[in-house]
Protein backbone atom coordinates (compact mmCIF):
# COMPACT_ATOMS: atom_id res chain seq x y z
CA UNK A 1 0.00 0.00 0.00
CA UNK A 2 1.52 3.19 -0.82
CA UNK A 3 1.19 5.31 2.32
CA UNK A 4 1.41 5.40 6.12
CA UNK A 5 -1.45 4.88 8.22
CA UNK A 6 -3.28 2.22 6.24
CA UNK A 7 -4.85 -0.24 8.89
CA UNK A 8 -4.35 -3.78 8.06
CA UNK A 9 -2.79 -5.86 5.18
CA UNK A 10 -0.07 -7.42 3.45
CA UNK A 11 3.13 -7.20 1.53
CA UNK A 12 5.71 -9.54 -0.62
CA UNK A 13 8.19 -11.77 0.49
CA UNK A 14 11.73 -12.74 -0.34
CA UNK A 15 10.27 -16.24 -1.79
CA UNK A 16 8.37 -14.12 -4.56
CA UNK A 17 11.17 -13.93 -6.94
CA UNK A 18 11.04 -17.84 -7.04
CA UNK A 19 7.42 -18.34 -7.79
CA UNK A 20 5.57 -19.70 -10.89
CA UNK A 21 3.90 -17.25 -13.19
CA UNK A 22 0.88 -17.55 -14.94
CA UNK A 23 0.71 -17.76 -18.95
CA UNK A 24 -1.89 -15.91 -19.55
CA UNK A 25 -1.96 -12.92 -21.71
CA UNK A 26 -3.64 -9.96 -22.74
CA UNK A 27 -2.97 -8.13 -26.38
CA UNK A 28 -1.49 -4.82 -25.98
CA UNK A 29 -2.80 -1.89 -28.20
CA UNK A 30 -2.15 -2.46 -32.20
CA UNK A 31 -0.27 0.94 -32.81
CA UNK A 32 -1.49 0.34 -36.42
CA UNK A 33 -5.16 0.93 -35.28
CA UNK A 34 -6.69 4.10 -34.78
CA UNK A 35 -9.28 3.90 -33.22
CA UNK A 36 -10.75 0.63 -31.99
CA UNK A 37 -8.48 -1.64 -30.13
CA UNK A 38 -9.54 -5.21 -28.95
CA UNK A 39 -7.69 -6.19 -25.72
CA UNK A 40 -8.98 -9.64 -24.80
CA UNK A 41 -7.45 -11.34 -21.66
CA UNK A 42 -7.38 -15.13 -22.31
CA UNK A 43 -8.43 -17.80 -19.22
CA UNK A 44 -5.62 -19.20 -16.78
CA UNK A 45 -4.62 -22.29 -18.49
CA UNK A 46 -2.24 -23.86 -15.74
CA UNK A 47 -2.93 -25.38 -12.47
CA UNK A 48 -2.13 -22.55 -10.21
CA UNK A 49 -5.65 -20.58 -11.67
CA UNK A 50 -7.42 -23.14 -12.74
CA UNK A 51 -10.33 -23.55 -14.77
CA UNK A 52 -12.79 -20.92 -13.65
CA UNK A 53 -16.63 -21.45 -13.62
CA UNK A 54 -19.23 -19.58 -15.08
CA UNK A 55 -18.86 -15.84 -13.85
CA UNK A 56 -20.57 -15.02 -11.02
CA UNK A 57 -19.90 -11.02 -9.62
CA UNK A 58 -20.30 -10.83 -5.81
CA UNK A 59 -20.86 -7.65 -4.13
CA UNK A 60 -18.18 -5.47 -3.25
CA UNK A 61 -17.33 -6.72 0.36
CA UNK A 62 -14.79 -4.51 2.19
CA UNK A 63 -11.58 -5.65 3.16
CA UNK A 64 -10.18 -6.00 6.41
CA UNK A 65 -9.48 -2.85 6.98
CA UNK A 66 -10.59 -0.06 9.68
CA UNK A 67 -12.88 -1.99 11.58
CA UNK A 68 -11.61 -5.68 10.74
CA UNK A 69 -7.95 -5.03 11.84
CA UNK A 70 -9.43 -5.15 15.67
CA UNK A 71 -10.65 -8.57 14.84
CA UNK A 72 -7.95 -10.19 13.21
CA UNK A 73 -5.32 -8.76 16.44
CA UNK A 74 -7.66 -9.94 19.13
CA UNK A 75 -8.49 -13.63 17.00
CA UNK A 76 -4.36 -13.79 16.92
CA UNK A 77 -3.60 -12.43 20.33
CA UNK A 78 -5.93 -15.53 21.82
CA UNK A 79 -4.15 -18.25 20.12
CA UNK A 80 -0.45 -17.41 20.33
CA UNK A 81 0.48 -21.00 19.58
CA UNK A 82 2.87 -22.12 17.40
CA UNK A 83 2.47 -25.59 16.23
CA UNK A 84 -1.29 -25.65 16.23
CA UNK A 85 -1.64 -26.82 12.16
CA UNK A 86 -1.82 -30.60 10.76
CA UNK A 87 1.91 -31.36 9.47
CA UNK A 88 0.64 -30.94 6.17
CA UNK A 89 -0.80 -27.42 5.90
CA UNK A 90 2.37 -26.38 7.09
CA UNK A 91 4.30 -23.98 4.54
CA UNK A 92 6.01 -24.79 2.02
CA UNK A 93 9.80 -25.75 2.91
CA UNK A 94 11.27 -23.32 0.36
CA UNK A 95 9.17 -20.09 2.15
CA UNK A 96 9.76 -21.53 5.86
CA UNK A 97 13.30 -21.82 5.95
CA UNK A 98 13.66 -17.69 4.27
CA UNK A 99 11.91 -16.61 7.56
CA UNK A 100 12.77 -16.31 11.05
CA UNK A 101 11.36 -19.05 13.49
CA UNK A 102 8.90 -15.97 14.88
CA UNK A 103 7.76 -15.38 11.76
CA UNK A 104 6.90 -18.77 10.49
CA UNK A 105 4.52 -18.36 13.60
CA UNK A 106 3.05 -15.31 12.47
CA UNK A 107 2.27 -16.62 8.89
CA UNK A 108 0.54 -19.86 10.85
CA UNK A 109 -1.61 -17.24 12.72
CA UNK A 110 -3.47 -15.70 9.68
CA UNK A 111 -3.81 -18.82 7.96
CA UNK A 112 -5.93 -19.50 11.07
CA UNK A 113 -7.36 -16.11 10.64
CA UNK A 114 -8.20 -16.45 7.20
CA UNK A 115 -9.44 -19.91 7.01
CA UNK A 116 -11.11 -18.77 10.71
CA UNK A 117 -13.02 -15.57 11.35
CA UNK A 118 -11.92 -14.13 8.00
CA UNK A 119 -12.93 -16.87 5.70
CA UNK A 120 -15.89 -15.48 3.98
CA UNK A 121 -13.58 -12.24 3.05
CA UNK A 122 -11.02 -14.31 2.22
CA UNK A 123 -13.60 -16.34 -0.12
CA UNK A 124 -14.89 -12.88 -1.78
CA UNK A 125 -11.46 -11.80 -2.83
CA UNK A 126 -10.62 -15.20 -4.16
CA UNK A 127 -13.82 -15.12 -6.19
CA UNK A 128 -13.01 -11.68 -7.51
CA UNK A 129 -9.44 -11.78 -8.21
CA UNK A 130 -9.71 -14.05 -11.34
CA UNK A 131 -11.63 -11.00 -12.92
CA UNK A 132 -8.08 -9.30 -12.75
CA UNK A 133 -5.00 -11.91 -12.40
CA UNK A 134 -4.47 -12.36 -15.89
CA UNK A 135 -4.23 -8.69 -17.02
CA UNK A 136 -1.78 -8.13 -13.68
CA UNK A 137 0.27 -10.71 -13.95
CA UNK A 138 1.01 -10.01 -17.20
CA UNK A 139 1.91 -6.11 -16.10
CA UNK A 140 4.22 -7.31 -13.73
CA UNK A 141 5.78 -9.84 -15.40
CA UNK A 142 7.15 -7.51 -18.14
CA UNK A 143 8.33 -4.86 -15.79
CA UNK A 144 10.14 -7.71 -14.32
CA UNK A 145 8.19 -7.80 -10.77
CA UNK A 146 7.79 -11.10 -9.46
CA UNK A 147 4.32 -11.99 -10.91
CA UNK A 148 2.85 -13.47 -7.47
CA UNK A 149 3.03 -10.04 -6.30
CA UNK A 150 -0.28 -9.40 -7.94
CA UNK A 151 -1.66 -11.21 -4.29
CA UNK A 152 -0.37 -7.53 -2.89
CA UNK A 153 -3.49 -6.12 -4.39
CA UNK A 154 -5.38 -8.90 -2.64
CA UNK A 155 -4.95 -7.82 0.56
CA UNK A 156 -4.44 -4.22 -0.17
CA UNK A 157 -8.22 -4.14 -1.42
CA UNK A 158 -9.45 -7.74 -2.39
CA UNK A 159 -8.99 -6.57 -5.87
CA UNK A 160 -11.85 -4.30 -5.46
CA UNK A 161 -11.46 -0.91 -7.42
CA UNK A 162 -13.56 1.16 -5.50
CA UNK A 163 -11.41 0.85 -2.06
CA UNK A 164 -11.06 3.65 -0.37
CA UNK A 165 -8.96 3.54 3.30
CA UNK A 166 -9.04 6.30 5.51
CA UNK A 167 -5.61 7.40 4.61
CA UNK A 168 -7.47 8.46 1.09
CA UNK A 169 -5.30 5.28 -0.38
CA UNK A 170 -7.57 3.98 -3.66
CA UNK A 171 -8.05 1.29 -5.77
CA UNK A 172 -6.70 -2.10 -6.10
CA UNK A 173 -3.56 -0.94 -5.04
CA UNK A 174 -3.97 1.34 -2.86
CA UNK A 175 -2.27 4.60 -4.13
CA UNK A 176 -2.48 7.71 -1.99
CA UNK A 177 -2.86 11.15 -4.59
CA UNK A 178 0.52 12.29 -4.34
CA UNK A 179 2.52 8.70 -5.37
CA UNK A 180 -0.20 7.83 -7.96
CA UNK A 181 0.53 11.49 -9.85
CA UNK A 182 4.32 10.75 -9.40
CA UNK A 183 3.62 7.41 -11.44
CA UNK A 184 1.32 8.98 -13.94
CA UNK A 185 -1.90 8.31 -12.79
CA UNK A 186 -4.46 11.15 -13.55
CA UNK A 187 -6.50 12.21 -10.45
CA UNK A 188 -9.06 14.68 -11.05
CA UNK A 189 -13.06 15.66 -10.49
CA UNK A 190 -13.77 13.15 -13.51
CA UNK A 191 -11.22 10.76 -13.60
CA UNK A 192 -9.03 8.99 -11.09
CA UNK A 193 -6.69 6.06 -12.66
CA UNK A 194 -5.73 5.01 -9.40
CA UNK A 195 -9.24 2.87 -10.56
CA UNK A 196 -8.11 1.43 -12.95
CA UNK A 197 -7.02 -2.05 -12.58
CA UNK A 198 -4.08 -2.12 -16.01
CA UNK A 199 -3.08 1.88 -15.39
CA UNK A 200 -2.61 1.17 -11.64
CA UNK A 201 -1.11 -2.37 -12.01
CA UNK A 202 1.30 -0.38 -14.45
CA UNK A 203 2.18 2.11 -11.77
CA UNK A 204 2.50 -0.42 -8.98
CA UNK A 205 4.76 -2.30 -10.95
CA UNK A 206 7.14 0.83 -11.62
CA UNK A 207 7.03 1.69 -7.83
CA UNK A 208 7.81 -1.51 -6.80
CA UNK A 209 10.63 -1.74 -8.96
CA UNK A 210 11.82 1.52 -7.93
CA UNK A 211 11.82 0.45 -4.12
CA UNK A 212 13.75 -3.00 -5.27
CA UNK A 213 16.43 -1.07 -7.00
CA UNK A 214 16.68 1.57 -3.91
CA UNK A 215 17.00 -1.34 -1.67
CA UNK A 216 18.05 -4.06 -3.71
CA UNK A 217 15.93 -6.35 -1.71
CA UNK A 218 12.62 -7.46 -2.14
CA UNK A 219 11.42 -7.46 1.38
CA UNK A 220 12.84 -3.75 2.29
CA UNK A 221 11.16 -2.79 -1.12
CA UNK A 222 8.00 -4.10 0.25
CA UNK A 223 7.87 -2.87 3.89
CA UNK A 224 8.92 0.63 1.40
CA UNK A 225 5.28 0.03 0.08
CA UNK A 226 3.63 -0.13 3.18
CA UNK A 227 5.52 2.36 4.76
CA UNK A 228 7.04 4.88 2.52
CA UNK A 229 10.50 4.73 1.77
CA UNK A 230 12.04 7.22 4.20
CA UNK A 231 10.94 5.08 7.04
CA UNK A 232 12.95 2.26 5.75
CA UNK A 233 15.35 4.23 4.59
CA UNK A 234 15.90 5.89 8.47
CA UNK A 235 15.54 2.67 9.57
CA UNK A 236 18.67 1.68 6.99
CA UNK A 237 20.89 4.36 7.70
CA UNK A 238 19.75 3.57 12.39
CA UNK A 239 20.27 0.42 12.94
CA UNK A 240 23.11 -0.23 9.87
CA UNK A 241 22.04 -2.98 8.28
CA UNK A 242 19.32 -3.43 4.89
CA UNK A 243 18.26 -6.67 6.88
CA UNK A 244 14.48 -6.18 7.07
CA UNK A 245 14.22 -9.15 9.34
CA UNK A 246 16.70 -7.19 11.51
CA UNK A 247 15.20 -3.94 11.60
CA UNK A 248 11.84 -6.04 12.31
CA UNK A 249 12.90 -6.79 16.16
CA UNK A 250 13.23 -3.25 16.87
CA UNK A 251 10.42 -0.99 17.84
CA UNK A 252 11.44 1.18 14.86
CA UNK A 253 8.34 -0.01 12.26
CA UNK A 254 5.00 0.43 13.18
CA UNK A 255 3.38 -2.81 14.04
CA UNK A 256 1.20 -3.12 10.52
CA UNK A 257 4.61 -3.00 8.63
CA UNK A 258 6.38 -5.44 11.05
CA UNK A 259 3.20 -7.82 10.45
CA UNK A 260 3.20 -6.64 6.61
CA UNK A 261 4.85 -9.72 5.54
CA UNK A 262 3.15 -12.94 7.27
CA UNK A 263 0.01 -11.61 6.35
CA UNK A 264 1.19 -11.63 2.92
CA UNK A 265 2.65 -15.08 2.88
CA UNK A 266 -0.61 -16.73 4.52
CA UNK A 267 -2.95 -14.81 1.64
CA UNK A 268 -0.24 -16.22 -1.06
CA UNK A 269 -0.23 -19.92 0.19
CA UNK A 270 -4.13 -19.77 0.29
CA UNK A 271 -4.04 -18.37 -3.26
CA UNK A 272 -1.56 -21.11 -4.68
CA UNK A 273 -3.67 -23.75 -3.22
CA UNK A 274 -6.96 -22.80 -2.32
CA UNK A 275 -8.86 -26.10 -1.85
CA UNK A 276 -6.19 -27.18 1.03
CA UNK A 277 -7.17 -24.72 2.76
CA UNK A 278 -11.08 -25.33 2.66
CA UNK A 279 -11.92 -23.17 -0.58
CA UNK A 280 -13.65 -25.21 -2.33
CA UNK A 281 -16.57 -23.67 -3.27
CA UNK A 282 -15.36 -20.20 -4.86
CA UNK A 283 -17.57 -18.72 -7.36
CA UNK A 284 -14.51 -17.42 -9.55
CA UNK A 285 -15.35 -14.76 -12.16
CA UNK A 286 -14.41 -14.32 -15.76
CA UNK A 287 -11.37 -12.80 -16.65
CA UNK A 288 -11.63 -9.29 -17.80
CA UNK A 289 -12.32 -8.92 -21.65
CA UNK A 290 -13.06 -5.56 -23.61
CA UNK A 291 -12.34 -3.48 -26.34
CA UNK A 292 -11.62 0.04 -26.34
CA UNK A 293 -13.12 2.95 -28.78
CA UNK A 294 -12.24 6.59 -28.76
CA UNK A 295 -15.11 8.83 -27.69
CA UNK A 296 -15.76 12.80 -27.25
CA UNK A 297 -15.07 14.36 -24.19
CA UNK A 298 -18.01 14.61 -21.90
CA UNK A 299 -20.00 11.68 -23.33
CA UNK A 300 -22.49 9.61 -20.61
CA UNK A 301 -21.64 6.02 -20.10
CA UNK A 302 -25.54 5.34 -19.95
CA UNK A 303 -25.63 6.94 -23.48
CA UNK A 304 -22.31 4.66 -24.86
CA UNK A 305 -24.20 1.58 -23.48
CA UNK A 306 -27.46 2.39 -25.43
CA UNK A 307 -25.29 2.40 -28.24
CA UNK A 308 -23.70 -1.12 -27.39
CA UNK A 309 -26.15 -2.69 -26.69
CA UNK A 310 -24.53 -2.74 -22.96
CA UNK A 311 -25.99 -1.34 -19.42
CA UNK A 312 -24.16 1.75 -17.78
CA UNK A 313 -23.31 -0.29 -14.90
CA UNK A 314 -21.51 -2.70 -17.35
CA UNK A 315 -19.79 -0.07 -18.39
CA UNK A 316 -19.16 1.14 -15.07
CA UNK A 317 -17.49 -1.63 -14.37
CA UNK A 318 -15.13 -1.46 -17.68
CA UNK A 319 -14.36 1.84 -16.69
CA UNK A 320 -13.81 2.49 -12.70
CA UNK A 321 -11.75 5.83 -13.37
CA UNK A 322 -14.90 7.35 -14.41
CA UNK A 323 -15.49 8.49 -11.04
CA UNK A 324 -18.96 10.78 -12.36
CA UNK A 325 -20.12 8.57 -15.22
CA UNK A 326 -18.90 10.72 -17.43
CA UNK A 327 -15.93 10.89 -20.27
CA UNK A 328 -13.55 13.94 -19.32
CA UNK A 329 -13.74 17.15 -21.12
CA UNK A 330 -11.60 17.35 -23.92
CA UNK A 331 -10.98 16.06 -27.26
CA UNK A 332 -11.20 12.42 -26.40
CA UNK A 333 -11.08 9.04 -24.15
CA UNK A 334 -10.49 5.87 -24.69
CA UNK A 335 -13.56 4.27 -23.17
CA UNK A 336 -13.68 -0.16 -22.55
CA UNK A 337 -17.09 -1.70 -24.18
CA UNK A 338 -17.96 -5.19 -24.44
CA UNK A 339 -16.28 -7.04 -27.18
CA UNK A 340 -17.77 -7.13 -30.41
CA UNK A 341 -19.33 -3.22 -29.35
CA UNK A 342 -16.85 -1.31 -30.21
CA UNK A 343 -17.49 -1.19 -33.68
CA UNK A 344 -21.21 0.02 -33.25
CA UNK A 345 -20.31 2.88 -30.95
CA UNK A 346 -17.28 3.69 -33.76
CA UNK A 347 -20.29 3.91 -36.32
CA UNK A 348 -22.75 6.32 -34.39
CA UNK A 349 -20.17 8.50 -33.04
CA UNK A 350 -22.00 11.82 -34.75
CA UNK A 351 -24.63 10.80 -32.61
CA UNK A 352 -22.64 10.28 -29.61
CA UNK A 353 -21.33 14.10 -30.12
CA UNK A 354 -25.19 15.14 -29.75
CA UNK A 355 -25.34 13.52 -26.66
CA UNK A 356 -22.73 15.89 -24.66
CA UNK A 357 -23.24 16.75 -21.35
CA UNK A 358 -22.74 20.17 -19.83
CA UNK A 359 -19.61 20.45 -17.82
CA UNK A 360 -20.83 19.77 -14.53
CA UNK A 361 -17.20 20.74 -12.83
CA UNK A 362 -18.25 21.67 -9.00
CA UNK A 363 -18.37 24.79 -8.44
CA UNK A 364 -16.64 25.30 -5.15
CA UNK A 365 -13.04 24.90 -4.41
CA UNK A 366 -11.58 24.46 -0.88
CA UNK A 367 -8.95 26.68 0.76
CA UNK A 368 -7.07 25.96 4.01
CA UNK A 369 -6.43 29.08 5.66
CA UNK A 370 -2.70 29.50 6.94
CA UNK A 371 -1.70 32.10 9.57
CA UNK A 372 -1.99 35.35 9.09
CA UNK A 373 -3.88 35.19 5.73
CA UNK A 374 -7.36 37.78 5.96
CA UNK A 375 -10.50 36.94 4.19
CA UNK A 376 -9.07 39.81 1.81
CA UNK A 377 -5.88 37.87 0.56
CA UNK A 378 -7.67 34.93 0.00
CA UNK A 379 -10.60 37.05 -2.27
CA UNK A 380 -7.38 37.88 -4.20
CA UNK A 381 -5.81 35.43 -4.96
CA UNK A 382 -8.51 33.50 -6.27
CA UNK A 383 -9.48 36.35 -8.12
CA UNK A 384 -13.26 36.99 -6.10
CA UNK A 385 -14.40 39.55 -4.22
CA UNK A 386 -14.51 39.57 -0.57
CA UNK A 387 -18.20 40.32 -0.48
CA UNK A 388 -18.47 36.68 -2.85
CA UNK A 389 -16.25 34.90 -0.76
CA UNK A 390 -17.95 35.91 2.76
CA UNK A 391 -21.48 35.12 1.11
CA UNK A 392 -19.92 31.67 0.08
CA UNK A 393 -19.26 31.04 3.64
CA UNK A 394 -21.64 32.39 5.61
CA UNK A 395 -19.37 35.24 7.53
CA UNK A 396 -19.22 38.93 7.10
CA UNK A 397 -16.38 40.28 5.44
CA UNK A 398 -14.28 41.94 8.29
CA UNK A 399 -14.67 38.11 10.19
CA UNK A 400 -11.42 37.68 11.07
CA UNK A 401 -9.90 34.00 9.98
CA UNK A 402 -8.29 31.75 11.62
CA UNK A 403 -5.65 29.04 10.56
CA UNK A 404 -6.69 25.75 9.48
CA UNK A 405 -10.21 26.68 8.73
CA UNK A 406 -11.50 26.07 5.28
CA UNK A 407 -13.25 28.47 3.24
CA UNK A 408 -14.83 27.32 0.18
CA UNK A 409 -13.94 29.42 -2.93
CA UNK A 410 -16.54 29.63 -5.94
CA UNK A 411 -15.57 29.16 -8.82
CA UNK A 412 -15.79 30.91 -12.07
CA UNK A 413 -19.64 30.21 -13.22
CA UNK A 414 -21.88 32.56 -11.65
CA UNK A 415 -19.68 34.62 -9.35
CA UNK A 416 -18.76 38.16 -8.52
CA UNK A 417 -14.91 38.25 -10.29
CA UNK A 418 -12.46 40.89 -9.33
CA UNK A 419 -12.58 41.76 -12.93
CA UNK A 420 -16.39 41.92 -12.74
CA UNK A 421 -16.35 44.53 -10.06
CA UNK A 422 -17.36 48.17 -10.62
CA UNK A 423 -14.16 50.10 -9.59
CA UNK A 424 -12.16 47.22 -8.84
CA UNK A 425 -8.63 46.87 -9.92
CA UNK A 426 -7.38 43.64 -11.72
CA UNK A 427 -4.72 41.73 -10.14
CA UNK A 428 -1.24 43.29 -11.94
CA UNK A 429 1.05 41.14 -14.15
CA UNK A 430 -2.44 39.61 -15.89
CA UNK A 431 -2.84 40.88 -19.15
CA UNK A 432 -6.11 40.42 -20.84
CA UNK A 433 -6.20 37.77 -23.15
CA UNK A 434 -7.07 38.57 -26.88
CA UNK A 435 -10.25 36.03 -26.36
CA UNK A 436 -11.55 37.78 -23.23
CA UNK A 437 -14.79 40.03 -23.30
CA UNK A 438 -14.46 43.39 -21.35
CA UNK A 439 -17.40 44.68 -19.68
CA UNK A 440 -19.92 45.51 -21.89
CA UNK A 441 -18.26 44.37 -24.96
CA UNK A 442 -20.40 41.96 -27.83
CA UNK A 443 -19.33 39.26 -29.82
CA UNK A 444 -21.02 37.11 -32.04
CA UNK A 445 -20.06 33.32 -32.02
CA UNK A 446 -21.65 30.68 -34.25
CA UNK A 447 -22.04 27.60 -32.55
CA UNK A 448 -19.96 24.62 -33.38
CA UNK A 449 -20.72 20.99 -33.44
CA UNK A 450 -20.67 19.52 -29.88
CA UNK A 451 -20.00 23.11 -28.07
CA UNK A 452 -21.32 23.71 -24.97
CA UNK A 453 -21.84 26.51 -22.97
CA UNK A 454 -19.01 26.00 -20.01
CA UNK A 455 -16.81 25.58 -23.36
CA UNK A 456 -17.89 28.83 -25.20
CA UNK A 457 -17.79 30.84 -21.75
CA UNK A 458 -14.76 29.96 -21.08
CA UNK A 459 -12.98 30.38 -24.23
CA UNK A 460 -14.03 34.35 -24.13
CA UNK A 461 -13.36 34.17 -20.32
CA UNK A 462 -16.90 35.41 -19.18
CA UNK A 463 -19.10 32.78 -17.23
CA UNK A 464 -22.25 30.69 -18.45
CA UNK A 465 -24.86 32.24 -16.33
CA UNK A 466 -24.02 35.65 -18.16
CA UNK A 467 -24.06 34.12 -21.78
CA UNK A 468 -27.55 32.54 -20.78
CA UNK A 469 -28.93 36.37 -19.45
CA UNK A 470 -26.62 38.06 -22.53
CA UNK A 471 -28.68 35.28 -24.91
CA UNK A 472 -32.49 34.59 -23.31
CA UNK A 473 -31.33 31.05 -22.45
CA UNK A 474 -33.74 29.66 -20.87
CA UNK A 475 -31.58 26.07 -20.32
CA UNK A 476 -28.03 25.33 -21.60
CA UNK A 477 -28.63 23.26 -24.15
CA UNK A 478 -27.42 25.00 -27.43
CA UNK A 479 -27.32 23.42 -31.00
CA UNK A 480 -24.96 24.15 -33.66
CA UNK A 481 -25.54 27.13 -35.78
CA UNK A 482 -26.91 29.46 -33.47
CA UNK A 483 -25.68 32.46 -32.98
Avoid at 33 to 55: G, H, M, R
Avoid at 422 to 434: H, L, Q, V
Amino acid sequence: MVKTSRTFLVALALACTGLGASGCAMFSQDPSASKVTPQVLAAPDNSEEAAIPSPNALAPVKPFGDSDDSSARAFLQKDRRVHVLDPSDRMPADIERLLPREVSAQVEGYLRFFTGPGHDHFTTWLARSTRYLPLMRRILRENEVPPDLVYLAMVESGFNTSARSSAHAVGPWQFIAGTGRRYDLKISSYVDERRDPEKATQAAARYLKDLHEMFNSWDLALASYNAGEGKIDRGVRRFATANFWEIRKTQFLAKETRNYVPQYLAALMIARNPSKYGFDDVAYQAPLQYETVSVAGLVPLRSIAGLCGSTSEELKLLNPALTRGVTPPGDSYEVRVPIGAAQRVQANHTQLASMRAEDTQPRYRVHRVRHGQTLSSVARRYGVTPKVLARANGMRTTAPLRAGVRLRIPRAGGIETVAQTPGATRPRGKARGAGSVGRGARVVYVVKQGDTLHAISAKFHTTVEDLMRNNNLRHSRIKAGRR
